[in-house]
T-cell receptor, first 113, second 116 residues
Framework: EAQVTQNPRYLITVTGKKLTVTCSQN?????MSWYRQDPGLGLRQIYYSMNVEVTDKGDVPEGYKVSRKEKRNFPLILESPSPNQTSLYFC????????????FGPGTRLLVL | AQKITQTQPGMFVQEKEAVTLDCTYDTSDPSYGLFWYKQPSSGEMIFLIY??????QNATEGRYSLNFQKARKSANLVISASQLGDSAMYFCAMRERNTGRRALTFGSGTRLQVQP
């Protein structure tokens, strides 16, 4: 089944404890992206990747890192999480950058205490 | 400036009736895509329908159709024969082809409640 998977789906952590949210797609998509969704602010892009080893900042990159060592995986790293990073996170991918549809993972609900 | 505007925070519709969710957009890029996503209470983002800026025909996918009026910069979603399972948040989004990030820009969403 073609899909984008994320893990974990739910995570409660404490300030300063490094964490990684994994994202994997099995559709051979070139473009991958991370978004966060917050009440009243909608969905905002954190980072994106046009292809392997090519990543760049989105609207709200502060406090996050990403890597794209393989085409299928695009992990989101929070080196020192803070309470303002409590949010719903989505990974998304599309075959190519451009107009093509982005397919979303199931989301990761993160609570930073 | 808001790139995607959804002016209806909430809508009610009776089961089996049709409903239109409004979306207007703003862009100077001649090449772009318009999307609608559904987000049920469980939280996932489900792709519903896509319209390209150069498409001549309005997009349709089952009970979903997109009423694309390019000159008015509107991309309304029409759901025919509403079902209880259609109750969810609906987001309109745009992706500009010629911007570097190729990000989706989302509207603020419309919460649809289907009543029996």
């Amino acid at each position: 089944e073609a899909q984008v998977t994320q893990n974990p789906r739910y995570l409660i952590t404490v300030t300063g404890k490094k964490l990684t949210v994994t994202c994997s797609q099995n559709m051979n998509h070139e473009y991958m992206s991370w978004y966060r969704q917050d009440p009243g602010l909608g969905l905002r892009q954190i980072y994106y990747s046009m292809n392997v080893e090519v990543t760049d900042k989105g609207d709200v990159p502060e406090g996050y890192k990403v890597s794209r060592k393989e085409k299928r995986n695009f992990p989101l790293i929070l080196e020192s999480p803070s309470p303002n990073q409590t949010s719903l996170y989505f990974c998304a991918s599309s075959l190519y950058p451009g107009e093509e549809t982005q397919y979303f993972g199931p989301g990761t609900r993160l609570l930073v205490l | 400036a808001q790139k995607i505007t959804q002016t209806q925070p909430g809508m009610f519709v009776q089961e089996k009736e049709a409903v239109t969710l409004d979306c207007t957009y703003d862009t100077s890029d001649p090449s772009y895509g318009l999307f609608w996503y559904k987000q049920p209470s469980s939280g996932e983002m489900i792709f519903l329908i896509y319209q390209g800026s150069y498409d001549q025909q309005n997009a349709t996918e089952g009970r979903y159709s997109l009423n694309f009026q390019k000159a008015r910069k509107s991309a309304n979603l029409v759901i025919s024969a509403s079902q209880l399972g259609d109750s969810a948040m609906y987001f309109c989004a745009m992706r500009e082809r010629n911007t570097g990030r190729r990000a989706l820009t989302f509207g603020s969403g419309t919460r649809l409640q289907v009543q029996p």
